[in-house]
Structures are given as structure tokens and as C-alpha cells.
């Protein structure tokens, strides 16, 4: 079940037990990585066929990135109770991280080459 920004916070600020904790971490990362997905499509839609072919191949390579991270992040506490939360604070900080990132190309302006999409219009 996916809530809104707040109303996920405030659920999360009021967990009492790990496993409340661990589900409200899970659904901030389901959170996160839907806003991540709009915002991919929303690049790939603008991108031309040479650049939408890197934004595929560096999202792939991200992913990668982002699990082997998080895998070293959560190795601290295998096995324990609190691994999943780990696990998910991890995937959502990265995702988060991400997604801001492609966003940031998304409000590219005329004119700047170091921008690899082309600006709205």
C-alpha cells in the first residue's frame, strides 16, 4: 500500500516495532521508486535515439550499482531483525538520489551543451 509523502512519515514516526518499521521502510522505498520510474520515462520520452540508448544502458549500470551497494550497506546485520529496514533505507536513499538526478536533466535550458537532453517545449 503506497500513502502519501506526510502520511507515510507520520505512519513511519509512530512504528513501535521492527516489524512496523521494516514495513513502513519498505513502503518508502515502493514510494520512492515509483517517482524514480515516472521521472525515467519522463527522460526517456524526451531523450533523442543516441542519448535514450546511453539513459538505458547508465540506468542498468545504476542498478547494478545500487544493489551491490546496499548489499555492502546491509551485510552489518545479516541476519538480524532490522536487515529489511537497512536493506529499504538504503534502496530509497539511492533511489531518491536518482531520481533528483534524471529530474535535474529534465529542466535543461536552452542552450546548454552540457546537457544531454533537449529542454521542454
Not at 4 to 26: F, G, I, P, V
Not at 54 to 63: G, P, S
Not at 85 to 96: E, P, R, V, W
Request: with cysteine.
Amino acid at each position: 500500500m503506497l500513502f502519501s509523502s506526510q502520511a507515510l512519515a507520520d505512519e513511519c514516526a509512530s512504528a513501535s516495532t521492527q516489524l512496523e518499521m521494516n514495513r513502513c521502510a519498505a513502503a518508502q522505498y515502493q514510494a520512492a521508486d515509483k517517482k524514480l520510474n515516472e521521472t525515467y520515462q519522463s527522460a526517456l520520452k524526451r531523450a533523442q535515439p543516441p542519448q535514450r540508448e546511453l539513459l538505458q544502458k547508465a540506468q542498468v549500470a545504476w542498478i547494478a550499482l545500487r544493489d551491490a551497494d546496499c548489499a555492502l550497506i546491509r551485510s552489518g546485520t545479516e541476519g538480524g531483525s532490522v536487515q529489511p529496514m537497512i536493506a529499504s533505507q538504503c534502496l530509497t536513499d539511492k533511489t531518491n538520489e536518482r531520481e533528483a538526478f534524471l529530474a535535474s536533466l529534465l529542466q535543461c535550458e536552452e542552450g546548454d551543451l552540457s546537457c544531454p537532453l533537449p529542454p521542454a517545449g
